[in-house]
């Protein structure tokens, strides 16, 4: 793997959440003034945005009658993620960690940090980054579940996550046995992006699809969103916080290596949604709203493992390549492995997180069978580890929603008010009763 010994050569960190990041891929751009934790706080705290434009999308891709819903939950979610994060998960995720003895060297398997966050002193802003991260993997699982997921379930699901889950894998990427293999990633593509993806589909298969989206013969049908300007709003909401990941992410790097990083996901998030545009438009004969705002999601969530590590040519390559095969990811999840996933949220963060991951042995340079090896564990150790823990939990506090109340509308039924009180929302279902 790719490595320096060099004190005064900046470095790129592995991942957002350390405040001394290991030695790790050199950026293209070793000169210029060094990025302090002081200066990048203006850029971290842009994280939010990313969270209200996701938060804001996924609420437009739903159905009206369950918009005060979606948005409440993904509130409730990012609440319990950073308490259960401080109080648990950030000590799983820090100190030196537990490790075992195997072929003549130590392997960290998990962190051994101090309860509450005790331990912040050396390193407030790595829990900062920390509480953002496991906040937006949690808005990823909401968006999986969405118009048929209770709140309570979310808030325990989110607890899982919060508190097992995530700082299980964040610690092997950040200090334990995958970085010590040379795995890297940038800016959470693996931890936040593919991991959220993952669970939420977890919980799509334990939730089954919504009333109606499939008919008798297996053929889904079509429950367009109800807002495009909420969509396209959260897309360029979105962008403005992504920065805060790609550019703002690493510890030990320079200004130019800050900008080339915000560059580069510009162009990817253009890049995808271009591809987006126009596999629909060629596809179905129109461009799709959606599925271009979820191209250029894609496009951001795949450059957050390389932004800082590729040239701008090849972000838009890696862009273009995430906005098509999104396309094709949807379809595939919908249709072939009858997963209804209302926002498309498996395929934006999962999959797109997949091929920025990869993406950085092609065109950066990670070796290929570290970067490999962390995916594969997302996806055999990670996703069913995740299935069980929820699946538990279903036997707890049930997750889904009773067949009635998802036919009123999650807004009615577990509010008590919608939030559009003026408008008929819900005229199709009362007809197909």
Known sequence: MPTTNDAETPLVGQTPWSAADPPGQPALFNGGAKVTPESRLPLILLIPLALAGLTILNAGLTRSRSTAHILLASLCAFCVAVLVCTA??????????????????????????????????SQPLTLLLQLFSVGFASLIS????????????????????????????????????????????????????????????????????????????????????????????GCLLALVGWFGWTAGSSANGTAAVSVLAAINTVLAAAAAAIAAFVGTRVRFGKPDASLTANGWVAGLVTM??????????????????????????????????????????????????????????????????????????????????????????????????SPSGERQGLDLFELGAGAYPEFVIQREDLMRR
Not at 176 to 186: A, E, K, P, R, S
Not at 382 to 391: F, K, M, R, T
Request: proline share 5%.
């Open 88 to 121: 648990i998960g950030f000590s799983l995720a820090s100190g030196s960690g537990h490790a075992i003895h195997l072929a003549g060297r130590d392997w960290n398997l998990i962190g051994n940090g101090r309860l509450f966050a005790l331990s912040i002193d």
């Open 142 to 233: 909401v968006a999986g579940g969405a118009e048929r997921w209770r709140i309570a379930a979310v808030c325990a699901s989110t607890a899982l996550l919060a508190a097992i889950i995530y700082p299980l894998f964040l610690f092997w990427a950040q200090f334990g046995w995958l970085n010590q293999l040379g795995f890297i990633d940038g800016g959470g593509a693996a931890s936040i992006q593919i991991l959220g993806g993952a669970n939420a589909l977890c919980i799509a298969w334990i939730l089954g699809p919504r009333h109606g989206k499939f008919t008798p013969e297996g053929i889904p049908t079509a429950m367009p969103g109800h807002s495009a300007a909420f969509v396209l709003f």
């Open 304 to 401: 957050s493992a390389a932004a800082p590590y590729v040239k701008p040519a090849a972000a838009i390559l890696i862009g273009f390549v995430a906005g098509g095969a999104i396309v094709f990811a949807i379809e595939i999840i919908e249709l072939r492995m009858k997963v209804d996933d209302p926002t498309g949220a498996i395929s934006v963060h999962a999959v797109a997180g997949i091929w920025g991951i990869m993406a950085l042995s092609i065109f950066g340079n990670a070796a290929f069978l570290p970067q490999l090896l962390g995916v594969a564990t997302l996806i055999g150790i990670v996703l069913p580890v995740s299935y069980g823990l929820n699946l538990l939990m279903n036997r707890f506090v049930p997750y889904r929603v």
